[in-house]
């Protein structure tokens, strides 16, 4: 079955203790994606992916890294989590860089203490 | 700055009818747009989506309308069904720039009311 898989689904964690939230996807897609999702602020972009070895920063980059050294995998890393990262997290995927709509995994929910 | 906007939070229409959900968004390098809706505890799920170089797009009983002037679309659900209560996410992507974000809107709730 085609999918994007994300583990933890949950997580709770306390501040400054690193983590790292996986993501893979079988599809054979060139871009991936992270997203949280706030009450009231919608989806908003972490970091993507065009290809393997190619990231860039979205619009709340701050505080996370990515890494892409297969196609199939995009973790996201919490270095030293705070409070305010305490979200509900999205991976996603598309086929093409442009003009491809993107594939949702079905979240990770991370909180904070 | 918001790029991509939603601005109702919710809507509620009676089931048969049909729903109607807008978005506006302000980057006119933006060439392709999304609908995507969203059930709780699951990630958002592609419903359709539209080139800068359309008007309309039809899939079923959703629809995309693109107004390029006023940077506005629309999604159309006819005839709407209580399964399709959801939240639904509009988005945009091609910000020019060598940027290939997808940018979300803030979500409308959409109920169906049977």
């Known amino acids: 079955e085609a999918q994007v898989t994300q583990n933890p689904r949950y997580l709770i964690t306390v501040t400054g203790k690193k983590l790292t939230v996986t993501c893979s996807q079988n599809m054979n897609h060139e871009y991936m994606s992270w997203y949280r999702q706030d009450p009231g602020l919608g989806l908003r972009q972490i970091y993507y992916s065009m290809n393997v070895e190619v990231t860039d920063k979205g619009d709340v980059p701050e505080g996370y890294k990515v890494s892409r050294k297969e196609k199939r995998n995009f973790p996201l890393i919490l270095e030293s989590p705070s409070p305010n990262q305490t979200s509900l997290y999205f991976c996603?995927?598309?086929?093409?860089?442009?003009?491809?709509?993107?594939?949702f995994g079905n979240g990770t929910r991370l909180t904070v203490t | 700055d918001q790029q991509v906007k939603q601005n109702s939070p919710s809507l509620s229409v009676q089931e048969g009818r049909i729903s109607i959900l807008n978005c506006d968004y302000t980057?006119?390098?933006?060439?392709?747009f999304l609908w995507y809706k969203k059930y709780p505890a699951e990630g958002p799920t592609f419903l359709i989506s539209i080139s800068s170089i359309k008007d309309k797009n039809e899939d079923g009983r959703f629809t995309v309308f693109l107004n390029k002037s006023a940077k506005h679309l629309s999604l159309h659900i006819v005839p709407s069904q209580p399964g399709d209560s959801a939240v639904y996410f509009c988005?945009?992507?091609?910000?020019?720039?060598?940027?290939?974000?997808?940018?979300f809107g803030t979500g409308t709730r959409l109920k169906v009311l049977a």
């Open positions: 988005a945009a992507s091609g910000g020019g720039s060598g940027t290939y974000k997808y940018i």
């Open positions: 996603a995927s598309s086929l093409r860089v442009q003009d491809s709509p993107l594939h």
């Open positions: 980057n006119s390098m933006f060439d392709y």
